[in-house]
């Protein structure tokens, strides 16, 4: 009787080991992605690049087969970055930057009603609008500006309680055409050659200036984090479906990686199951967002997941949603089986900010999230 508790009790602690390594790996790839080195993983300081690196050295580690060489899939843009030294004073008062100020995309000022509902506000010689705000929004931080006139700047409007007299602004944005990026692409062959792919998106925003970095840990650290281990676990196995793993750059600036990797093919769509995109995968105490659970050649993965879920009680909830262009699965959508989940519910940090870091990110529900998400891929 007693072998067989101690035997019981050996089993669950294996698999608690189990569990806790899958969790392990992720938060270490979340903390390395969310670390100042990566620049916010933006433009600035080619924070893109730094983390595309880091990123194609851990699939050759863990035994991806590259799609492309040195697992890169290299394309071009035009965009926009604020590197170095950033400042703005209003009638001799320096402000700081975030907490006082934010630099946002002009075009938020076509899209709401802001410029009219300020309290105050001031347009520069150069075009860009200063506007006093109740609170600020929060933005990714200058992610596909207008060329012309691309930013404007948001002030707490409390800040300023005299007639405005004099600005100064430092604003170092710099205009990169034809900027290169690149994709971050292996796979693990199958039994089979139908695929299933998983995608994410690793860039973020990057830095407004040299004094605030936006880490990206919840946003999306955390989904790349989970592609990645899905990667690390069919490298260890052979998987009956060829499963591919792709990494884009660009989404924070517009979809531009997943766009171009939709429209520049690497794999026969024809032969692709299913494609999932995630995208913030933290926290998740309110369950699990579906997004294109209703189209006719998707609809069976959500019924999928959802009955799944019944069986095991992993998420409060598997909540369907309409296809939408709010993540990279979109441009795939049209060739192939393409769906998008993302967590509901915290723990995690900020949203597009410097909060949003690997210390706040809750990764309770991440092993049975990931069990679902391997059941549904055939990685058991």
Not at 310 to 326: C, D, L, Q, S
Request: one cysteine or more; aromatic letters at 10%; charged letters at 20%.
């Amino acid at each position: 009787m007693k072998r067989t508790i101690l035997l019981a009790l050996l089993t669950i602690s294996a698999f608690i080991n189990i569990q806790a390594q899958d969790s392990a790996y992720a938060r270490r790839i979340i903390k390395t992605l969310s670390s100042e080195s990566m620049y916010g993983r933006g433009f600035c300081h080619h924070g893109d690049s730094i983390a595309a690196q880091f990123l194609a050295d851990e699939m050759k580690r863990i035994g991806l087969l590259p799609l492309q060489v040195n697992y890169m899939q290299h394309y071009s843009l035009d965009c926009y970055s604020l590197d170095g030294p950033i400042s703005l004073s209003i009638n001799g008062i320096e402000l700081q930057p975030y907490t006082q100020f934010r630099i946002c995309p002009s075009s938020t000022l076509t899209r709401s009603n802001k410029l009219s509902e300020a309290k105050w506000s001031k347009q520069l010689k150069d075009g860009t609008w200063v506007i006093g705000v109740n609170q600020l929004d929060t933005y990714a931080p200058i992610a596909g500006p207008q060329k012309d006139n691309p930013v404007c700047i948001e002030v707490i409007d409390t800040l300023i309680t005299k007639r405005i007299r004099k600005i100064k602004a430092d604003i170092p944005l710099q205009f990169h055409k034809d900027y290169k990026t690149q994709n971050v692409v292996g796979y693990v062959r199958g039994v089979i050659d139908s695929m299933v792919v998983f995608t994410a998106h690793y860039d973020h925003c990057g830095t407004m200036g040299d004094g605030v970095v936006f880490p990206g840990a919840h946003d999306n650290a955390s989904g790349v984090a989970a592609v990645m281990d899905l990667a690390r676990i069919a490298a260890s196995q052979k998987p009956y479906y060829t499963m591919v793993f792709m990494l884009f750059s660009g989404e924070e600036s517009g979809l531009n990686g997943s766009h171009y990797a939709a429209e520049n093919p690497l794999i026969e769509y024809s032969k692709v199951k299913f494609l999932c995109n995630i995208d913030m995968f933290c926290g998740g105490d309110e369950g699990i967002m579906f997004f294109n659970a209703k189209s006719p050649n998707t609809k069976q993965f959500y019924e999928q997941m959802k009955e799944l879920n019944n069986e095991t009680h992993a998420a409060v909830e598997i909540r369907p949603r309409e296809n939408r262009p709010n993540s990279d699965h979109y441009w795939f959508s049209g060739y192939c089986p393409s769906i998008f989940l993302l967590t509901m519910g915290g723990p995690y940090g900020g949203y597009h900010d410097p909060y949003d870091i690997c210390e706040s990110c809750g990764l309770g529900h991440y092993n049975a999230y990931m069990q679902l998400i391997k059941q549904l891929a055939g990685l058991e």
